[in-house]
T-cell receptor, first 115, second 108 residues
Framework: GAGVSQSPSNKVTEKGKDVELRCDPI?????LYWYRQSLGQGLEFLIY????????KSGLPSDRFSAERTGGSVSTLTIQRTQQEDSAVYLC?????????????FGPGTRLLVL | GQNIDQPTEMTATEGAIVQINCTYQ??????LFWYQQHAGEAPTFLSY????GLEEKGRFSSFLSRSKGYSYLLLKELQMKDSASYLC?????????FGAGTRLTVKP
């Protein structure tokens, strides 16, 4: 596609359920990033992928969060046993190279609400 | 964001110039970025500074002083559509940290 796409655009779930968020980066972009933005808060970096590997996972908030990327393209962010504090907009971005953070292009985000 | 400070809100008049300041602390500085984010939308990249000095892109300019841990975003000839949040972000080693954003309101 022409830009980064994310699905679902909105997700409402019950506390304790697992959710899976998907990101389709711009074709040919080797680097992919996940962020989240809570209501009224700044962006929080979660994890980035260079190809299929994630050099640094320390930004993930807890061990309930995991992310994977296969085939150097689509990435999924999984949140297990969701909590209300997980409610946020989850943003994905991609860039041509992991070193070129300045050329990140953001997707529209997935708005997650945990009841 | 931790150790990235920028004003919460600013107001300016259409056609005027506004400067949004950002101060930061890092252990392994590796670049400073400015993003624009309209309400309900994803951020869009505005500028990137890794060396000291001024980078100009049309109506927008960004300045960096690494020794002072300071940057500013300068917006000239303000337009109503410039009303948005402006996020300062710093790459600290492999981590990317964002300020809480400055909400700019442009008035007629």
């Amino acid at each position: 596609g022409a830009g980064v796409s994310q699905s679902p655009s909105n997700k409402v779930t019950e506390k304790g359920k697992d959710v899976e968020l998907r990101c389709d980066p711009i074709s040919g972009h080797t680097a992919l990033y996940w962020y989240r933005q809570s209501l009224g808060q700044g962006l929080e970096f979660l994890i980035y992928f260079q190809g299929n590997s994630a050099p640094d996972k320390s930004g993930l908030p807890s061990d309930r969060f995991s992310a994977e990327r296969t085939g150097g393209s689509v990435s999924t962010l999984t949140i297990q046993r969701t909590q209300q504090e997980d409610s946020a907009v989850y943003l994905c971005a991609s860039s041509t190279l992991a070193g070129e953070w300045e050329t990140q292009y953001f997707g529209p985000g997935t708005r997650l609400l945990v009841l | 964001g931790q150790n990235i400070d920028q004003p919460t809100e600013m107001t300016a008049t259409e056609g005027a110039i506004v400067q949004i300041n950002c101060t930061y602390q890092t252990s392994g500085f590796n670049g400073l970025f400015w993003y624009q984010q309209h309400a309900g939308e994803a951020p869009t990249f505005l500028s990137y500074n890794v060396l000291d000095g001024l980078e100009e892109k049309g109506r927008f300019s960004s300045f960096l002083s690494r020794s002072k841990g300071y940057s500013y975003l300068l917006l000239k000839e303000l337009q109503m559509k410039d009303s948005a949040s402006y996020l300062c972000a710093v790459r600290d080693n492999n981590d990317m940290r964002f300020g809480a954003g400055t909400r700019l309101t442009v008035k007629p």
